[in-house]
T-cell receptor, first 110, second 114 residues
């Protein structure tokens, strides 16, 4: 399984764009990159998934460079309700176990 | 659609007692996961099922933890006997099988061992 590295924590003010980068140097050819969000006292929630280049949905954008050794989750104009832990996962092809790392704790300040 | 259902939501037991958690996945989801999340840490995968079969249970402490998924639908996770360090939230998740599958998580069961 590809190991992922992300910052332990980040702070941001409301209304700013937040970029969280994840490093995954030994990603396999068939691996996808997936991000989950977890609020306190809740299970993680799927945010976005991608394989290469850029993916955008109503919640976030995911940027993946050509070498796919890293990825960046971009949250536009964050609000207090975006305060959560964000996890980067690599794999999810076929029966790859869904393995979480430590995640990035994002704190949004008014 | 209905989400992943887990019960109970909270459980307090004494060490050396046994406990069981129940999970009902989303209808049609062949893959089911059990996770243990200790406060301040990311979820740790305990076991992954696909239908009735076990895909991965490498991190399941098999001397005290057991899990089963009868008929490829509901699942139960049991701890016997419980230790103080088993205090955690136990999360169940399910997904379709495939490369684009996203996992849906239940609310979890918060276990406190005293």
């Amino acid at each position: 399984l590809a190991k992922t590295t992300q910052p332990i924590s980040m702070d941001s003010y409301e209304g700013q764009e937040v970029n969280i980068t994840c490093s995954h140097n030994n990603i396999a050819t068939n691996d996808y990159i997936t991000w989950y969000q977890q609020f306190p006292s809740q299970g993680p929630r799927f945010i976005i998934q991608g394989y290469k280049t850029k993916v955008t949905n109503e919640v976030a954008s995911l940027f993946i460079p050509a070498d796919r050794k890293s990825s960046t989750l971009s949250l536009p104009r964050v609000s207090l309700s975006d305060t959560a832990v964000y996890y980067c996962l690599v794999g999810l092809s076929g029966n790859t176990p869904l393995v979480f790392g430590k995640g990035t704790r994002l704190s949004v300040i008014a | 659609e209905a989400g992943v259902a887990q019960s109970p939501r909270y459980k307090i037991i004494e060490k050396r007692q046994s406990v069981a958690f129940w999970c009902n996945p989303i209808s049609g989801h062949a893959t089911l996961y059990w996770y243990q999340q200790i406060l301040g840490q990311g979820p740790k995968l305990l076991i992954q099922f696909q239908n009735n079969g076990v895909v991965d249970d490498s991190q399941l402490p098999k001397d005290r933890f057991s899990a089963e998924r009868l008929k490829g639908v509901d699942s139960t996770l049991k701890i016997q006997p419980a230790k103080l360090e088993d205090s955690a939230v136990y999360l169940c998740a399910s997904s379709l099988v495939g490369q684009f599958a996203e996992a849906f998580f239940g609310q979890g069961t918060r276990l406190t061992v005293v």
